[in-house]
């Protein structure tokens, strides 16, 4: 069997054990600790939040967004329907419900004109969203000038689930600071990894500190545990922010070397017609490309399509995956409703994520190409 190649992998630079040695060594080995605070230090810093609260996954980040925004039983959330199920499944844990928007093709995220279409129909039938939830997926930034501005003029708060995007930036603003409040994650295959966790920034002061108050069980300040509230455990390990620290070291190379995956495989197939790639579609764009991604059209492939291409590396050992499956269609979101115009129906049904791990090298980089090339040029 030849060396499985990941879709996107852990990739450690080397400083994170020391962070968790030091835990050990003075037994911070607690949901609270210098390395919490440290990791935040470094997220605030980097994206230029304010404030950060280092969390146990980016879906409780999400969770805790809308709780702050006061989303209850009943509600109406606005979210991207193409993207991770993580992003909708908090509306639902609330009593909530999602209104599902489509994606345009240059970016492939939010639809704002389907989203102002949403906004008004919704209103219209006499429910005003209580959010909007725009996604940034593969690391793409939004239109998200558009989306404030529509966002602005009816007055809804917007949480970014920036979870595949950090160190994206929209006019060198980083995704995550342009709403109320911004998501992100560390799970085991994001651009950078915790093993699992996230975080919830912003620049609102009293957001976070009660981010932090709901996070640890909702304890009221007092000698014996005192609840006016109801809590959540969602606070990050001191251990595990110890990868996040060193992690943060790595995570601007991080950054150019799924760049430069990209940049190789756009190269390359670039000769090939009917492969197309999700690429920054303006100056303002700055994408992380945590994952590269094409559409394949088997009616310029010469009938070659998405699945031939993720079988043929399926048989090599290479692990490809097809875009995400929209909300909409899946069977526990389907009864929603949902604003758009079959956009991310077509991308789910034609899109492929190649390989993008920050840790490839050159050899598997070129096997990976030989395999598309093999079966895209056979006779
Ligand atoms: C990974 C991801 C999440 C969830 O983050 P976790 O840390 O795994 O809970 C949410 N939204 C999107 C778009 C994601 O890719």
């Known amino acids: 069997m030849k060396k499985k190649i990941w ?20 037994n911070w080995i607690a949901p609270l600790g210098p390395n919490v605070d440290g990791f935040e230090e470094s997220l605030e810093n980097y994206t230029g939040a304010v404030h950060a609260a280092a969390l146990s996954s980016g879906t ?23 993207t991770f199920s993580a992003t909708v499944n908090p509306i639902i844990y609330l009593g909530a419900r999602p209104i599902l928007i489509d994606s345009e093709t240059d970016t492939w995220n939010m639809c704002p004109e389907m989203l102002e279409k949403a906004i008004k ?23 998200i000038d558009e989306i404030m501005e529509i966002a602005g003029r009816y007055e809804i708060p917007v949480v970014e689930d920036a979870a595949e995007s950090l160190g994206s ?64 455990n969602y606070r990050m390990s001191n251990v595990v922010a110890g990868i996040g620290r060193g992690q943060m070291e790595v995570l601007d190379q ?39 991604c094409i559409t394949v059209d088997p009616d310029r492939t010469g009938g070659v399509t998405r699945d031939d291409i993720r079988l043929a590396l399926a048989a090599e050992n290479i692990e490809a995956r097809p875009l995400w499956k929209p909300m909409h269609l899946q069977p526990v979101f389907k ?35 030989q395999t598309i090339i093999n079966i895209l040029t056979l006779p």
């Open 7 to 26: 879709l996107s992998s852990p990739h450690m630079g080397g400083t994170e054990i020391n962070y968790v040695k030091e835990a050990f060594d003075t």
């Open 60 to 82: 409780a980040a999400i969770h805790l967004a809308l709780i702050l925004l006061g989303v209850k039983p009943g509600d109406e959330v606005i979210a991207s329907s193409f």
């Open 121 to 143: 129909d919704r209103i219209s039938k006499g429910k005003k969203p209580k959010a909007i939830i725009p996604v940034y997926l593969y690391g793409m930034p939004a239109k």
């Open 169 to 232: 930036t929209f006019n060198g603003k980083a995704m995550g600071t342009f709403g109320i409040m911004g998501v992100l994650s560390f799970n085991g295959n994001k651009i950078i990894t915790t093993s699992g966790g996230g975080a919830l920034i912003s620049d609102n002061e009293e957001l976070i500190k009660r981010s932090r108050f709901l996070a640890t069980q909702a304890l009221d300040e007092a000698p014996h545990y005192q609840h006016s509230e109801i809590g959540y």
């Open 254 to 292: 991080h950054i150019a070397l799924h760049r430069a995956n990209f940049e190789f495989y756009s190269k390359h197939l670039a000769e090939f017609e009917g492969i197309s790639f999700l690429k920054e579609p303006g100056e303002a764009y700055f994408s992380n490309h945590w994952l590269s």
């Open 335 to 369: 009864d929603h409703p949902f604003y758009g115009d079959g956009t991310s129906e077509k991308l789910f049904e034609s899109g492929l994520c190649l390989p993008s791990g920050s840790n490839m090298n050159d050899e598997d980089r070129h096997r990976i190409l």
